[in-house]
């Protein structure tokens, strides 16, 4: 079965472009997840859906963040403008359900912002 | 305070060696947990549940302390291969579930 795939794997982009990582989870999970790990902080989650509806976003940075799920086997994080602060590395996962159950991660999006 | 503490390391062991990890957390609304495993650049990955009574997979065994809020991995018989970072994971439950990732217990095991 396939994992959780992620594109672009690396994103090198310059400050002030716009940045789209887009996810598949797997295939009869209702559960989606995005994280954000850097050296400092550590992983973080940004934000999560549930059947397609966005559950908790209070872990996005800021306005410049947005995510959407517009159907059961597709998510976008988008950043605009980007900063050299976004640099990252970006996970999604997905759930078979919401609630207390194990995720499974895609390999991340490594973003670099000059 | 942070949520979920876990002591960085790294642990430096040799190979054959018994080596435990410990996890606090400061929710008591924590309601599931799990230990995952991070390899260098590349994600995360689950290893366990952690359960009341205590689990057991192979070399790996996970605990639960919920009076005292802590969760501990033991891995046995050390590999080479077991060098990474321990993940512990807290799910809380407050109306909604929120995942909070521990900072990770990087090991290496020598030959």
């Known amino acids: 079965d396939a994992g959780v795939i992620q594109s672009p794997r690396h994103e090198v982009t310059e400050m002030g472009q716009e940045v789209t990582l887009r996810c598949k989870p797997i295939?009869?999970?209702?559960?989606l997840f995005w994280y954000r790990q850097t050296m400092m902080r550590g992983l973080e989650l940004l934000i999560y859906f549930n059947n397609n509806v966005p559950i908790d976003d209070s872990g996005m940075p800021e306005d410049r963040f947005s995510a959407k799920m517009p159907n059961a086997s597709f998510s976008t994080l988008k950043i605009q403008p980007s900063e050299p602060r976004d640099s990252a590395v970006y996970f999604c996962a997905s759930s078979y359900r919401d609630g207390p159950y194990e995720q499974y991660f895609g390999p991340g999006t490594r973003l670099t912002v000059t | 305070r942070k949520e979920v503490e876990q002591d960085p390391g790294p642990f430096n062991v040799p190979e054959g060696a018994t080596v435990a990890f410990n996890c606090t957390y400061s929710n008591s609304a924590s309601q599931s947990f799990f230990w995952y495993r991070q390899d260098c650049r590349k994600e995360p990955k689950l290893l366990m549940s952690v359960y009341s009574s205590g689990n057991e997979d192979g070399r790996f065994t996970a605990q639960l302390n919920r009076a005292s809020q802590y969760i501990s991995l033991l891995i046995r018989d050390s590999k080479l291969s077991d060098s990474a970072t321990y993940l512990c994971v807290v799910n809380l439950n407050t109306g909604g579930f929120k995942t909070i990732f521990g900072a990770g217990t990087r090991l290496f095991v020598k030959a």
């Open positions: 295939s009869g999970h209702n559960s």
